[in-house]
């Protein structure tokens, strides 16, 4: 028999997802509950995310460590994600509630596209995902906080653009390049220095890949690349085409280059 509920929620149904889980289960939401209280146990924390923009199109780049202290918790997360076909989002802060808001901005823009029959723009998606932000303000003054990087194609001006945001859900877009987590102050200084106005995408990529190795020479918490596990980080690009997360042999080859060429020229650091 059919839940004489389901008729009720569908008469509710909005183009928003998350408002519509606000109205009718508010418990199932990851943010806005209330902690029990007690000393938050440590939790597996997600760090360094770089993403910087070239001609065409915009690129987003993690490292694979999570940390629980001074303990490597992970060696193998990921925390650059696709969001839809023309965005991607990089996590930094507490692992499992990022991902847990990762899924659920996933399913918003699908569930906006099966509703309105057209894809969020742009600037919609990042406003909506400053407001799932602000929403987990208060978990986040307890010390669960989740500072996300969200990047994408912007179809009617034809370029890729990028949002940085704070815990309180504040948008603010980068026009070049961006990093957040533990390592940020080392990757934006190597951007500072690696970027310029007309890189390739190729050349893009072994940019976001030396920024997080800069970010692992001096952040412990920052994973860099690991040939002995075959770890390299996770790259998306978005470009007119979509979201394409770069392949792995293309990303050992590059790593092997940057390391190569530190090794000829000897320096300490």
């Given at each position: 028999m ?9 008469t ?17 939401l990851?943010?806005n509950q209330?902690?029990p ?10 760090t ?9 199109g915009v ?5 694979r460590?999570?940390?629980?202290g001074n ?12 969001a839809?076909e023309?965005s ?12 847990d ?6 399913v ?8 309105e029959g057209?894809?969020l ?9 400053g ?7 208060p ?6 906080a989740?500072?996300p990087?969200?990047?994408?194609f ?6 890729g653009r ?6 309180t ?8 390049h961006?990093?957040?987590g533990?390592g940020s102050?080392f990757?934006r200084?190597a951007?500072?220095?690696?970027w310029r106005?007309?890189?390739t ?18 952040d ?11 770890l ?21 080859a ?9 090794t ?5 650091a």
């Amino acid at each position: 028999m059919q839940d004489p509920s389901a008729g009720h929620l569908a008469t509710q149904a909005t183009s928003s997802f998350i408002e519509h889980l606000q109205r009718s289960r508010p418990e199932l939401l990851p943010y806005n509950q209330a902690l029990p209280a007690g000393q938050i146990p440590p939790v597996p924390h997600a760090t360094t995310i770089v993403a910087l923009s070239y001609p065409g199109g915009v690129l987003m780049a993690g490292d694979r460590r999570a940390t629980m202290g001074n303990v490597i918790a992970s060696r193998h997360i990921e925390k650059v994600f696709p969001a839809d076909e023309y965005s991607v989002l990089g996590i930094a802060g507490t692992a499992g509630l990022a991902i847990d808001i990762i899924r659920l901005f996933q399913v918003e823009l699908e569930h906006y596209e099966k509703i309105e029959g057209t894809l969020l723009s742009l600037d919609g998606k990042a406003n909506r995902l400053g407001a799932m932000i602000r929403g987990n303000l208060p978990m986040a003054m307890q010390g669960l906080a989740v500072v996300p990087l969200f990047a994408g194609f912007d179809q009617a001006g034809g370029v890729g653009r990028l949002f940085s945001y704070d815990v309180t859900g504040g948008r603010y877009e980068e026009l070049e390049h961006h990093s957040v987590g533990s390592g940020s102050v080392f990757a934006r200084g190597a951007l500072k220095k690696l970027w310029r106005p007309n890189l390739t995408e190729d050349e893009a990529v072994a940019v976001a890949v030396e920024a997080l190795y800069d970010a692992a020479d001096d952040d412990s918490a920052t994973g860099g690349p690991d040939p002995v596990r075959q770890l390299w980080p996770v790259i998306y690009t978005v470009n007119r085409a979509g979201a394409r997360r770069v392949p792995e042999r293309e990303l050992a080859a590059i790593a092997g280059s940057i390391v190569e060429s530190r090794t000829v020229a000897g320096r300490e650091a």
